[in-house]
Nanobody
Framework: QVHLVESGGGLVQAGGSLRLSCAAS????????MGWFRQAPGKEREFVAAISRSGSSTYYADSVKGRFTISRTNAKNSVYLQMNTLKPEDTAVYFC??????????????????????WGQGTQVTVSS
């Protein structure tokens, strides 16, 4: 069982930056690939970024590539999402999620929502124009 808690959301002007954090409980954080998803009002939840359990591989949605950076610190059971050059269309609730991969390849990640086993409650990000 993994409990995920996101933080770092807030209100920011277009062009600004925010850094989201996700703290995970448990002693097996390094056995999980991690992802960030978001859900805007009236829209389906969508993939944002993913990182392998080792941190060696990352993957981004086209809409955030070059602006967002996902990273993790396994010693702190944490994953982060640095968001730069924010746009009003980035406004959404942001969720972190954990995908149990055990001792599998350190380069594996997934962009598929259904692949993830645990989800946080989300943190609101609002970008004003």
């Amino acid at each position: 069982q993994v409990h995920l808690v996101e933080s770092g959301g807030g209100l920011v002007q277009a062009g600004g930056s925010l850094r989201l954090s996700c703290a995970a409980s448990g002693r097996t954080f390094s056995m999980y690939a991690m992802g960030w998803f978001r859900q805007a009002p009236g829209k389906e939840r969508e993939f944002v970024a993913a990182i392998s359990r080792s941190g060696s591989s990352t993957y981004y949605a086209d809409s955030v590539k070059g602006r967002f950076t996902i990273s993790r610190t396994n010693a702190k059971n944490s994953v982060y999402l640095q968001m730069n050059t924010l746009k009003p269309e980035d406004t959404a609730v942001y969720f972190c999620a954990a995908d149990y991969v055990g001792f599998s390849s350190g380069s594996y990640y997934s962009s598929v929502e259904g692949q993830y086993d645990y989800w946080g409650q989300g943190t609101q990000v609002t970008v004003s124009s």
